[in-house]
């Protein structure tokens, strides 16, 4: 578009997010007045009423009054502002009574975080708003002075707009190049204005979300339960696929046999040779029905990483891999079993990319620590295009990681080379 090929600075006072902030400064003040004077008196009848007690529900509807404009306050900030600010836990008594409900409400630290945010606004609606009003129309005023300048011989008796007056001589702005200046000087502080009102807002920005939203302290608790959730998805599926492999291979192989081995046990006395026959090709059945016991177990938990570590059980693994790969550990020590059996599924789940999709010639394998931090990384000389937005198997490698609190980017352009880069807390 034409205006984005203006420089920032001239754009800024026509562009919809300064309007937006205007409009949430300018808002705020009456909501903010109105909020202060409602917890102040609420707050301040609860606490003179303590000595009774009518002061605990007097206190606990102040606080829940105050999360009603607390609500209030994080809807502006999502319209006005794309602030999208989570609500906090809501407050539920024990036993889902009115004391109990009053109790929990009392006990509720983000019920006083939103009574401290209606206290420490005020002020600063009154400032914010005070100096939006008074900057904004300054500024339009000198800026557009030219255009109304004529008002003053017209109606006021004088030339143009008094800037000093006493009762000897006062100095008013009626040349030309006074008017000029004039305007200049507006149109400097419209270009100004937007910025100085970017910086307030600002800091609304930070009390918002640092009062008004969950604790960081329950944020982790959700967090933890949507991993949680992951970490269960994820052992259900691990669990059905090898139920399937059991149930399509080596099981499917087993009943085979056993029927192979029953005809050939009847054909045992009347025709040797097809007896022999069939003995020998349910041999080779047993062969596979062993190899792909094999593999199952060493999809489940190899015994090599058990026993050796990660370089020996990724070193098994770059072998088995249709990609030459290299690869390169250096590790001070073990870490805990657990992070490293994810490490080495991670590798794996990798190293099955860029055997089936990435058409490369080569890759490498290189692990280390990094302070508190497990690193993996797994680079490949081919075509690219790795994206986990798409709904790959990267995706739900990456759920995997957060699980952990472990991080997984991938760098992969059109054409190559891929690198693919995997951070896990490192546990002893």
């Not at 562009?15 to 205007?22: A, I």
């Not at 202060?36 to 206190?59: E, K, N, R």
């Not at 992070?339 to 990435?358: C, D, M, P, R, W």
């Amino acid at each position: 578009m034409a205006s984005h090929r203006l420089p920032a600075g001239l754009r800024a006072p026509f562009e919809g997010r300064t309007w937006r902030e205007l409009g949430y400064v300018l808002s705020g003040f009456p909501l903010s007045v109105l909020s202060f004077c409602v917890a102040v008196t609420l707050v301040s009848a609860g606490a003179g009423l303590l000595v009774t007690f009518l002061g605990i529900p007097v206190l606990a509807g102040a606080l829940a009054v105050c999360r009603g404009f607390g609500a209030a306050e994080r809807a502006r900030a999502r319209g006005m502002l794309g602030l999208d600010v989570r609500a906090p836990e809501p407050v539920r008594g024990r036993t889902g009574g009115p004391l109990s409900w009053m109790g929990a409400m009392l006990k509720s630290g983000a019920s006083w975080r939103h009574l401290l945010y209606a206290l420490l606004h005020f002020p600063w609606a009154v400032f914010t708003f005070s100096v939006s009003v008074a900057v904004w129309l300054w500024s339009w005023s000198l800026f557009t002075y030219p255009l109304w300048q004529w008002v003053f011989p017209m109606y006021a008796g004088q030339d143009g707009l008094q800037i000093y007056g006493d009762e000897s001589h006062d100095v008013l702005l009626d040349s030309p190049f006074e008017i000029a200046v004039t305007s200049l000087v507006g149109l400097a502080f419209v270009l100004i204005a937007p910025w100085l009102l970017r910086g307030m807002v600002a800091v609304d920005r930070l009390m918002v979300a640092g009062l008004l939203g969950p604790s960081r302290l329950a944020s982790r608790v959700t967090e933890l339960e949507s991993d949680r959730g992951v970490v269960v998805d994820t052992a259900a599926a691990d669990l059905r696929r090898i139920e399937r492999d059991l149930h399509d291979g080596a099981q499917a192989r087993l009943v085979a046999l056993a029927m192979d081995l029953g005809l050939a046990k009847e054909k045992l006395a009347g025709d040797p040779l097809a007896a022999a026959a069939m003995v020998d090709e349910a041999h080779g059945e047993v062969k596979l029905a062993l190899q792909e016991l094999r593999d199952l177990a060493r999809g489940i938990h190899p015994a090599v990483l058990t026993d050796r570590g990660l370089d020996a059980a990724l070193s098994a693994l770059a072998a088995r891999s249709t990609v030459p790969v290299s690869v390169e550990v250096d590790l001070p020590g073990r870490p805990a079993a657990a992070i490293e059996g994810i490490a080495y599924f991670t590798v794996s789940e990798l190293l099955q990319n860029v055997s089936k999709h990435s058409r490369a010639r080569r890759a490498w394998v290189d692990v280390w620590r990094t302070d508190d931090r497990l690193m993996l990384q797994v680079r490949d000389d081919g075509v690219g295009g790795a994206d986990p937005a798409i709904g790959s198997g990267l995706a739900g490698l990456a759920e995997r990681l957060d699980a952990v609190d472990g991080v997984l980017a991938v760098d992969s352009p059109a054409g190559g080379p891929t690198t693919i880069t995997a951070e896990l807390p490192w546990r002893a």
